[in-house]
């Protein structure tokens, strides 16, 4: 009775975490990108898949879903992610019942560890990527337990849904196979072969025909783009490049270090499943070693983003609590799960745009508001001429859509004669002012004012009484 209201508490607190102020965060840049190539379905009726892009096409198309019955409002966008995080609880309790531990606590971790609910308040891929994992590793576990020809589909189409979703799916799959053979060994080749003779090489063909056609429809926007299917697999090229030489590199210890500090009961997860690997039962070895190697992977690969930490970690949530004789153990894994709560709450809802938290990354400004307070206080402001000077742009197309005659450059060094226009600051020394403008700086990403809003001082005077102070 204690651990069903335990977990109906922690279910409540999963949900508020997750769908309370959805819209107050501003778009993340990220985001802006996603809503633009929604709006391509929109236009061309698929996702044309691009290899360098390292995003498969489910994600746009779930997002596309959403905007057809929600419309393309950030609540929408973000209705997604919200939704398949508490799918993914559902799973992890599932799961845990099938590794025999106890559910209640896996879904305390899932539910209030940072990482997992603030990511999940982004229209992104990670936790999709989370999703499809979590389910292959349920089902898959569960057809070594029932051997039918259904669980076996589902669990590889669930692979599937993680290679539709981001191409570092392979990295995750490397992880489980190696973790396969070097926690059943011998006796994996044996059960390797009993399955497939219970299934029996037809069922398996017909499954393996299934799960490509449906890779192939997607890659291929449902056959109106036949190369695409091709530029899935040419994707590991480019994709080899970029993760070594980018600009989002860190060092090794990236990950461990973010763990240790936000994620402590991840982080006991991880230390327990190590100290016990040798106690705890073959089907938690497997799951724990693939935790190790995905960890070690992301580890050695220099790109590296910090939502990234969701599909790397999620592992470790099965291995915090565990059966203590110890109560200062016990108590201590609580303290971390409360802990883990209260830096839920600060980065959700207080810390959400504070660039200082390694989690809030390539982060929109709240000043980005700001400046759609000051554009819809001008009348008649949609339809007048806009233009846009920056490299790094996004969200603002989402922002601007409205805006029915903006122009987006990312080099400009021309005269400016629009009555509105957002320029990077670096490019104003490029630029001839045709008018006197208002010149308003903001900040549009990072903790320094790096974009100008620029608005015709007579413009500004007819519609604000005068040019607007700082922002």
């Known amino acids: 009775m204690i651990l069903r209201g335990f977990l109906w508490a922690i279910s409540l607190l999963a949900i508020g975490f997750r769908f309370v102020g959805l819209e107050r965060k501003p778009p993340h840049f990220d985001e802006g990108v996603n809503w633009f190539f929604v709006q391509e379905i929109k236009r061309i009726g698929f996702f044309e898949y691009d290899p360098t892009n390292y995003h498969g096409p489910l994600h746009f198309y779930l997002l596309y879903v959403f905007d057809l019955f929600f419309g393309d409002s950030l609540i929408a966008y973000r209705l997604l992610p919200v939704c398949v995080s508490v799918l993914t609880i559902f799973i992890a309790y599932n799961l845990a019942k099938k590794v025999n531990v106890v559910p209640v606590f896996v879904v305390a971790i899932f539910a209030t560890s940072p990482a997992f609910t603030f990511y999940s308040r982004y229209a992104i891929h990670e936790t999709s990527l989370v999703f499809f994992l979590l389910l292959f590793f349920y089902l898959l576990i569960k057809f070594l337990d029932n051997q039918k020809v259904e669980t076996f589909f589902f669990s590889g189409l669930a692979l599937v849904g993680a290679a539709a979703v981001k191409e570092t799916f392979v990295i995750h799959v490397i992880s489980f196979v190696l973790a396969f053979l070097l926690i059943w060994r011998t006796q994996g080749v044996s059960d390797l072969k009993r399955l497939v003779q219970s299934l029996g090489f037809r069922k398996i063909g017909i499954c393996l025909l299934g799960w490509m056609s449906v890779l192939f429809l997607l890659y291929t926007g449902f056959g109106k783009n036949l190369t695409g299917f091709q530029d899935f697999f040419l994707a590991f090229l480019p994709w080899k490049d970029i993760a070594i030489d980018s600009g989002h590199a860190k060092p090794f210890y990236y990950w461990l270090k973010n763990l240790i500090l936000f994620e402590a009961p991840l982080f006991f997860g991880l230390i327990f499943g190590v100290l016990l690997i040798k106690k705890i039962n073959q089907k938690q070895r497997v799951l724990m070693m693939a935790g190790l190697l995905g960890l070690l992977f992301y580890s050695v690969i220099p790109y590296k983003t910090p939502w990234c930490l969701i599909s ?83 969200p603002l197309p989402w922002g601007l859509k409205d805006f029915k005659k903006t122009q987006f450059l990312s080099e400009f060094d021309g005269e400016v004669i629009s009555p509105l226009a957002i320029v990077e600051i670096e490019k104003m020394k490029n630029l001839r002012l045709g008018n006197e403008y208002c010149v308003i700086p903001f900040t549009l990403r990072e903790a320094k004012k790096d974009h100008v809003l620029l608005i015709k001082e007579k413009l500004a005077l007819v519609s604000l009484g005068g040019c607007p102070g700082a922002i």
């Open 312 to 394: 790397i970690s999620w592992p470790f949530a099965f291995f915090c609590f565990q059966n203590w004789k110890s109560r200062y153990v016990e108590v201590l894994v609580l303290v971390a799960v409360l802990f883990s709560s209260y830096q839920s709450y600060s980065l959700n809802f207080k810390r959400y745009t504070d660039s200082e938290h390694p989690y809030v990354y390539v982060q929109t400004s709240e000043e980005y508001w700001k400046v759609f307070e000051i554009l819809n206080q001008i009348e008649g402001a949609r339809d007048l001429e806009f233009l846009v000077v920056s490299v790094g742009y996004w």
